[in-house]
Each structure stands twice: as C-alpha cells, then as structure tokens.
C-alpha cells in the first residue's frame, strides 16, 4: 500500500514561506527593543502622561547622560518626577528606587544627570493627581578603552608597543588591537589578555612589527554589564 502524503494548499505554503523569516528576524533584535516595547497605555483625556529619553545613549564608561522628558495633561508645571532602575537582565522585572529626582518646569519639561556604572534600565514616576509612570529607557553603557603607542613615526618592521587602561576592571577579557583595512572596517592584529591594575582598571600591552601607515584602535568586546567598548584611534606614519 502507497501512503500520500496530504498536500499542501497554496495559502498554507505562503503561510509558511513568510512567517520563517518572521520568526529569524525577532532573533535579530536587541534586549533594548525588547525591553522598551511594553508602552504603557495612553492616558485618558485629561490625565498626565509623562516621556523618558537619555541621551547619549550609549555613554561611555565615567560619562553622564542626561534623563529628560516631560510632562502633558492638567498637572505638568512644578511637578516632582522620581526614578526608578535595574541594572539586571532581563530588564524590567526587578526595579529600585533610585536617588533621583526632577522638579518639571512651568513647560512641563523636566531634566537630571545620570552616571550609570553597567546597562541599566530606567523609568520614570510623575507624582502628578494619579501619579503616572513613562515607558521604561535603557541606557547602556560603553567600557572606557585606553590607547597608547610607543611610536607614532616607527621605521619600517620595527617593533611598536600597544598599552593602555580599561575601565572598569576587567580582568582575563581580552583587548583586541585592531588595524582599518582599506575598505573602512578594522581587523584584529592581536588579542592581549587584560591584567589585574587594581579595583578600579584593567591593563594591557602588547609589542607588534609595523611594516606600513596605518590607523588603530583597541576594542574591548561586550560582556552581560557593558556594551563593546572602543578606544580613540592612532595613525602610525612608518618612514
């Protein structure tokens, strides 16, 4: 006996042919995506509703960003904005009060300096008559990569030394020295493991031969705290 597989209908096969890609593509999206998508919903008429924006975002480890938004509806003017955080994945579940505060102005808008130390999600309380919270922001938080050279003018196939800080410590990641390529990305030369420096940083160092001109720069890749960090570039003239 020959057993037939039952076919397949022409809108089932499109079906599927469109949903894979689908299904690949939300494997493709950031934590950040995620984690901001659950809008709260639009207030009714006449009710407060209040926006949270960082910029920059990301900043680099040391740097602050600047929280600000504002505040719509019947209680906008002198009203007190309290935060909240979670610096732990995923995002959103497990907030705490944070020592932050604004006062909005008669516009409604309001602003506040952060130094975040790792990834962390913030999200904003307006004590507005009810009070109203915004959509959640996660501000994410580059590694703060030093770069020094030995010898910005070496001869040709001499050796150049490659050293710097990382900040914060790091210790046992690996700092990658890497060389833009013609087309405008960057290889990586060398990948010298971060050694301890303290509580506070990490250090690196590394000797390569240098045979033509070039332009370098350090990356220190993205751990569950940081996002991938990258050191101001160096352009070696070899004579």
């Excluded at 597989?5 to 299904?23: G, L």
């Excluded at 904003?124 to 109203?132: D, G, L, R, Y």
């Amino acid at each position: 006996m020959t057993l037939t597989a039952p076919r397949t209908s022409t809108t089932m096969r499109r079906t599927i042919r469109i949903a894979a890609p689908a299904i690949a593509g939300l494997a493709l999206l950031s934590p950040q995506v995620f984690a901001q998508g659950n809008k709260p919903p639009k207030p009714p008429p006449g009710q407060s509703a209040v926006t949270l924006d960082a910029r920059p975002n990301p900043p680099v480890f040391g740097q602050v960003t600047t929280l600000a938004g504002d505040v719509t509806g019947k209680d906008s003017g002198g009203v007190k904005i309290r935060f909240e955080e979670d610096t732990t994945r995923p995002y959103g579940d497990s907030y705490k009060p944070s020592a932050l505060s604004a006062t909005t102005a008669n516009n409604g808008k309001y602003s506040v300096s952060a130094k975040p130390l790792v990834n962390t999600q913030y999200r904003a309380t307006a004590q507005a008559s009810p009070p109203v919270t915004s959509a959640p922001r996660l501000v994410l938080v580059r590694t703060l990569v030093g770069l020094r050279v030995s010898d910005r003018t070496p001869r040709r196939g001499s050796l150049v030394t490659f050293s710097g800080s990382v900040f914060p410590a790091h210790d046992g990641a690996r700092a990658l020295i890497q060389r833009r390529t013609r087309s405008g990305s960057f290889v990586t030369l060398a990948r010298p493991v971060l050694r301890d420096a303290g509580t506070a940083k990490s250090t690196y160092s590394k000797r390569l031969r240098v045979r033509s001109d070039g332009v370098y720069r350090v990356k220190v890749a993205s751990d569950g705290d940081h996002v991938n960090g990258y050191s101001r570039t160096r352009t070696l003239d070899v004579h």
